[in-house]
């Protein structure tokens, strides 16, 4: 059986680990899928770490079970590729895969059919920009200048800084702009055990550091406002894609975590979602918010403000048919709570009026 071990540095079994080095190959390619799971991070502290550290996560949850599909920059919609598969004009963004990234819609800005593009090569690895339908129009958006999510080779005590922003424009209503800073540090190596896996990982601490601004065009004005800082928390090993697991906090509290699990057990195909009623009640509410789920439902309920960004989440145990969220630290104002699990996702609109 293997050692309880916590987070802590085990001197004597130091030398079984060995230091390593993360590049371009390690990175995704068009055509991997990357499969991972999804759980709470509430209650874990994913700070402590060191040269030669021992990393003991096996006591996660696999509870939500997803994979991610890299596709080839040509597979996308073709009003998509405009910055993002040209080497001529535009080499910087010229992306070597695309994935599926996450919809959008408040109020007056819907973004649906979203890809993010990414690009690597032996400078490092990063984020160029994405695509959407942006209130129904095809529209490409570069990040200027690009997320360097990685700069390579990566090695231990590594640290870098990256710079991007973009901008997503609605003809004759707004605009909005999000500047974004991100500080890496290659902050420990060591082993990681999860639930049914073992790795020798590089760990890297990413601080995000977020502003956005809205200009509105009717009233030739506009607004900015910063957003908490995130702070992603990531474990990696040799050829494995993306990080073995990766931990999120915002406002300095862990919400959710996705991890490598084994992947004969993930289903990849994905079962129509269940005609079942999520709502909010009451709503408006104060202080907290009650949502009916199916008791054979198990998965992560997570609640976004106006702008997308992610408030809180909630672990949903099978067998619960009703659910609770404090919303008491939650500001005034209107929010997405979102119903994540193995048979699809289901998201209701709720207010908070303090």
């Not at 990234?101 to 993010?116: A, I, R, S």
């Not at 540090?185 to 990681?192: A, E, Q, R």
Request: with cysteine; glycine share 6%.
């Amino acid at each position: 059986m293997r050692p309880i071990l916590t987070l802590v540095a085990i001197s004597c079994v130091t030398f079984l680990s060995a230091q390593i080095t993360i590049g371009p190959a390690d990175m995704p390619s068009a055509g991997d899928t990357v499969r991972y799971w999804n759980t709470s991070a509430i209650g874990i502290d994913p700070a402590p770490t060191e040269a030669g550290y021992i990393w003991d996560m096996s006591m996660l949850t696999p509870d939500v079970e997803a994979a991610d599909t890299c596709i080839s920059v040509n597979s996308t919609p073709f009003l998509y590729q405009f910055f993002f598969n040209n080497m001529i004009l535009y080499p910087n963004w010229a992306a070597n895969y695309a994935v599926r990234g996450q919809e959008f819609n408040f109020q007056m800005l819907t973004l649906t059919d979203v890809f993010d593009y990414f690009k690597k090569d032996a400078t490092g690895f990063r984020n160029v920009g994405f695509g959407a339908n942006v209130n129904g129009i095809p529209t490409s958006v570069r990040r200027t200048p690009v997320d360097y999510v990685h700069r390579f080779p990566m090695n231990y005590d590594d640290m870098d800084t990256s710079y991007s922003e973009f901008t997503v424009a609605v003809p004759t209503l707004f605009s909005f702009t999000q500047q974004q800073t991100r500080f890496n540090h290659v902050d420990g190596w060591g082993t990681l055990y999860l639930p049914a896996d073992t790795f020798e990982v590089l760990r890297v601490r990413s601080v995000l550091q977020r502003s956005d601004s809205v200009f509105i065009e009717q009233f030739g004005q506009g607004f900015a406002f910063d957003e908490p800082e995130t702070i992603e928390y990531k474990w990696i090993a040799v050829g494995m894609d993306e990080p073995v697991l990766q931990i999120n906090t915002t406002g300095g509290q862990a919400t959710t975590a996705r991890f490598f699990y084994d992947p004969n057990d993930i289903i990849l195909s994905v079962p129509a979602t269940p005609e079942i009623t999520f709502s909010a009640q009451p709503n408006p509410a104060q202080q907290s918010v009650s949502f009916s789920v199916p008791a054979s439902t198990s998965g992560v309920l997570e609640f976004r403000d106006a702008t997308g960004r992610l408030v809180g989440s909630m672990r949903v145990p099978s067998g619960s048919t009703t659910v609770r969220h404090d919303v008491s630290g939650f500001a005034d104002g209107t929010y997405v709570a979102t119903l994540i699990s193995s048979s699809g996702s289901r998201s209701t609109r709720m207010i908070v009026q303090h």
